[in-house]
């Protein structure tokens, strides 16, 4: 068995169909369909369904897709790993994140751009804690700062600090979470960041009450100038993102304080080199 030919299904297997994969993989269709077909006599086992147009897997064909694809992800993860070796300070590290880029962050990837010149930094964002560590658990991120990260196979969670959070209520509203008991409580989906969520249900339970249910948090500005600002929810915000001129919208620090903690998450097994250079900057007392 070769990794061109776990490529070759793996392609056909994503676009249902020969001629595409070859087009996608830069290569003519006869020599896809030999080497797949050569796989499927190696493996004894028909993985594609071929009696119509289009390339369907087999039953068969699933259940071998998975461990297809983690194959070629340790693949992808060993030549990653050989690459670093070899460039020293140069090559690509992917860093994803769930928190805002607030300045202690930004001063830790200040630090590596100056130990590393050569270093590239792609950084991509999302509001979904979860999504983060899926995509660094798929090997597709090398790094990803996430707030209050859940249990992830094949990752793990470095914590670096706890930030603290600042209610966002209504100009007017007494500023205290009991008395924000009968008005509803944006935040983030549960799926998507479960640890934010079940720790500020916990906080509304200590004070009294079980928070109602308000608008899915998404983009922070529109939420405060729209929904909080005409009183029809709360919030809560990291102090370091505290927008300033927010004259509908108080900002309060809750009584007892609500933290919640920032983490940088790595691969559980031979982090990057970069990566581990990362984690050093943001865990330095000022960022880096």
Same mark, same amino acid.
């Not at 020599?31 to 028909?46: H, I, M």
């Not at 068969?60 to 070899?86: E, K, N, Q």
């Not at 998450?265 to 007392?285: I, M, N, V």
């Given at each position: 068995m070769e990794i061109r030919q776990l490529r070759y299904f793996v392609t056909v297997a994503d676009h249902e169909h020969f001629g595409r994969a070859a087009e996608a993989l830069h290569i003519v269709q006869p020599?896809?369909?030999?080497?797949?077909?050569?796989? /499927? %006599? /190696?493996?004894?086992?028909? =993985? #594609?369904? %071929?009696?119509?147009?289009?390339?369907?897997?087999? +039953?068969?064909?699933?259940? #071998? =897709?998975?461990?297809?694809? %983690?194959?070629?992800?340790? &693949?992808?993860?060993? &030549?990653?790993? !050989?690459?670093? *070796?070899?460039?020293?300070?140069?090559?690509?590290?992917? *860093?994803?994140?769930? =928190?805002?880029?607030?300045? %202690? &962050? /930004?001063?830790?990837?200040?630090?590596?751009?100056? !130990?590393? +010149?050569? *270093?590239?930094?792609?950084?991509?964002s999302s509001a979904s804690t979860t999504d983060q560590l899926a995509a660094l658990a798929a090997n597709d991120l090398d790094a990803a700062f996430v707030a209050a990260p859940p249990d992830t196979p094949g990752v793990r969670a470095h914590h670096l600090w706890d930030e603290p959070l600042l209610l966002a209520v209504p100009a007017g509203t007494t500023g205290t979470l009991a008395a924000l008991a009968d008005l509803p409580l944006a935040r983030p989906a549960r799926a998507a960041n479960p640890g934010v969520h079940d720790l500020l249900t916990a906080a509304c339970r200590a004070a009294g009450f079980t928070p109602r249910t308000g608008p899915v948090l998404t983009r922070v500005q529109d939420l405060l100038a729209g929904p909080v600002a005409s009183g029809e929810c709360w919030t809560v915000l990291p102090a370091g993102l505290a927008p300033p001129d927010l004259t509908a919208v108080a900002l309060v620090e809750p009584d007892p304080p609500i933290h919640v903690p920032a983490a940088l998450?790595? +691969?559980?097994?031979? +982090?990057?080199?970069?990566?581990?250079? =990362?984690?050093? !900057?943001?865990?330095?007392?000022n960022g880096g």
């Open positions: 020599a896809v369909s030999k080497q797949v077909a050569r796989l /499927e %006599r /190696e493996l004894g086992l028909t =993985l #594609f369904d %071929r009696s119509h147009r289009r390339a369907r897997l087999t +039953p068969d064909g699933h259940a #071998f =897709l998975t461990h297809a694809r %983690r194959a070629l992800r340790a &693949v992808d993860r060993a &030549v990653a790993a !050989a690459a670093d *070796i070899a460039a020293g300070d140069t090559g690509l590290l992917r *860093i994803g994140s769930s =928190l805002v880029f607030t300045p %202690r &962050v /930004e001063a830790a990837l200040a630090a590596v751009r100056t !130990a590393h +010149p050569g *270093i590239t930094l792609r950084l991509t998450a790595l +691969p559980d097994s031979a +982090p990057r080199a970069a990566a581990l250079s =990362l984690l050093a !900057a943001a865990q330095a007392p």
